[in-house]
């Protein structure tokens, strides 16, 4: 499949009853109702990619030989679609997310996806479940692109066959208030490693999330909300957070502004948010960096004050302010512990952005016809 013309829409999906949608949209909370269709296109290795349609989210019958089961060829994306003060229905920045899931796929000895066709998929999708985009402050609908090993059989080699699906929820805004956004305390881990050099932490890939829940539970004990990694081999420089990338906010006594975030070295994510930040920053005159950053050196510079602020950035939370970074033994507070004006400013903006408040200079809105 090399043209998108070729996903077709089913006409006889059994759709919920509009009382019973209209009650989960009154608050849907993350990833527990899903809508009436799902995206479905089918790849093996003399067809490539074909029979793309747009059916009704249903179950599936497997096999218990599905490779995906057993070594792991699983990758995926998050991306939302939102409703804009004239009605209209838009995604934010498609073609980052099909650009990266296509570099996942090969990392993962996986078939990349004509982009066009992954991006129809989501239109598609949206478009038949229209009615499940929220209406509601601060809602959208996310939806999971994902591909999968679907050949069943037990040899240790890439599979021959794979799905790749899209399926959609309507969720509430990770923060109830938009001006009042509570700050985070996030633990850095010394027990697990996220990515080493030369593995996959630039792949959104299953097993990643998988490897990542125990530290995950650790944070929790320590009562954080997140996950700090830093790098395998030294354990000294910060990487990401357990579900998105992170930034530190430097304003000096002049008012110049200093962002900064790890360099993209192959074992962080290449986050869209991450990108999108950046741009906006530049855009209003900060100086930007990404750079390898030294944890002790963070530490120390939050403890003086040169570090102002720190923000999380990943699609599900947009931007969420970090108040403390704490260790087995410490607990460093950024400033007042609050949310920052720079973060708050810089969430406002994407956020008026995503959801067609303010003009779109960047050209980041796609239509959904």
Known sequence: MTKSSNITVKSDVACLPDDKREAILK?????????????????????????????????????????????GQAIFEGMKAYRTPENELVLFRPEKNAQRFNKSAIRMAMPQIDEDVFIEACDKLVSADRAWVPELEGQSLYLRPFMIASEA?????????????????????FFQSISDVPAISIFATDNYVRAVEGGTGMAKCAGNYAASLIAKDEAYEHDCQDVLWRDAKERKY?????????????????????????????SLLDGVTRDSILILAKARGYQVKEEKLVFEDIIEKISTGAINEAFSCGTAVTISPIGSIVTRDSKTVVADGKAGEITMSLREELIDIQFGRIEDKFGWRHKIK
Not at 239 to 266: A, H, Q, R, Y
């Open 27 to 71: 608050d849907p909370g993350f990833g527990q109702s899903f809508t009436d269709h799902m995206a479905v296109v089918k790849y093996d290795k003399e067809k490539g990619w074909h029979e793309g349609q747009i059916v009704g989210h249903q179950d599936f019958n497997v096999s218990p030989a599905m490779m995906v089961f057993h070594y």
């Open 153 to 173: 059989h037990l040899g240790l080699r890439a599979a021959n066959e794979y799905l790749f699906m899209v399926i959609a929820s309507p969720v509430s805004p």
């Open 238 to 266: 910060i990487e990401e957070m357990g579900t998105s990338n992170i930034c530190f906010v430097s304003k000096n006594e002049d008012g110049n502004i200093e962002l900064v975030t790890p360099k993209l070295d192959g």
